[in-house]
T-cell receptor, first 107, second 111 residues
Framework: GIQVEQSPPDLILQEGANSTLRCNFSDSVNNLQWFHQNPWGQLINLFYIPSGTKQNGRLSATTVATERYSLLYISSSQTTDSGVYFCAVREYSTLTFGKGTMLLVSP | SQTIHQWPATLVQPVGSPLSLECTVEGTSNPNLYWYRQAAGRGLQLLFYSVGIGQISSEVPQNLSASRPQDRQFILSSKKLLLSDSGFYLC??????????FGPGTRLTVT
């Protein structure tokens, strides 16, 4: 099956800093999603982005499907951005998740 | 708008007891439905998915089973729980080909 790798596995930032999270995948995919898992476990949809670039406030994402990677940018980070960020790719009917990037933003 | 519900939110069960977790979706029809488990250590593992009533695909052979008795209801069951069944269980739905949305999850502890 398809392999999904995320980097870095852990990231510590000071509030106000910017960061880039990366997701590499091993094969062509039908779509790609980014999620944020908050401290209570809820998975929040950030982006549905099979290709191209999207922005939502301080967050933006770019997927280059031909080169099999996606990037999530977080600008001016806030403590509420802490949590785990997952990339997931879809083959046919199911999503395959990466292992996530755990982000801690300190005040 | 669509919403997805899971219950219970938390559950503590002894080894060998049965399990039933329920997931329901509102505001859509004929969704694809999914059960995932997240053990300590972050990764999400797909357990079952369903593209219609009575249609269940199992991704990982294990102590669990799933059923879809109604279009928007998905149930995860076990006849006898094992310690290794502890974890965070997430239900999700999607349109036939589209974005996947997750419920709030059930935290299961098997003692």
């Amino acid at each position: 099956g398809i392999q999904v790798e995320q980097s870095p596995p852990d990231l510590i930032l000071q509030e106000g800093a910017n960061s880039t999270l990366r997701c590499n995948f091993s094969d062509s995919v039908n779509n790609l999603q980014w999620f944020h898992q908050n401290p209570w476990g809820q998975l929040i949809n950030l982006f549905y982005i099979p290709s191209g670039t999207k922005q939502n406030g301080r967050l933006s994402a770019t997927t280059v499907a031909t080169e099999r990677y996606s990037l999530l940018y977080i600008s001016s980070s806030q403590t509420t951005d802490s949590g785990v960020y997952f990339c997931a790719v879809r083959e046919y009917s199911t999503l395959t998740f990466g292992k996530g990037t755990m982000l801690l933003v300190s005040p | 708008s669509q919403t997805i519900h899971q219950w219970p939110a938390t559950l503590v069960q002894p080894v060998g007891s049965p399990l039933s977790l329920e997931c329901t979706v509102e505001g859509t029809s004929n969704p694809n439905l999914y059960w995932y488990r997240q053990a300590a250590g972050r990764g999400l593992q797909l357990l079952f998915y369903s593209v219609g009533i009575g249609q269940i695909s199992s991704e990982v052979p294990q102590n669990l089973s799933a059923s879809r008795p109604q279009d928007r209801q998905f149930i995860l069951s076990s006849k006898k729980l094992l310690l290794s069944d502890s974890g965070f269980y997430l239900c999700a739905w999607s349109p036939t080909a589209g974005e996947q949305y997750f419920g709030p999850g059930t935290r299961l502890t098997v003692t």
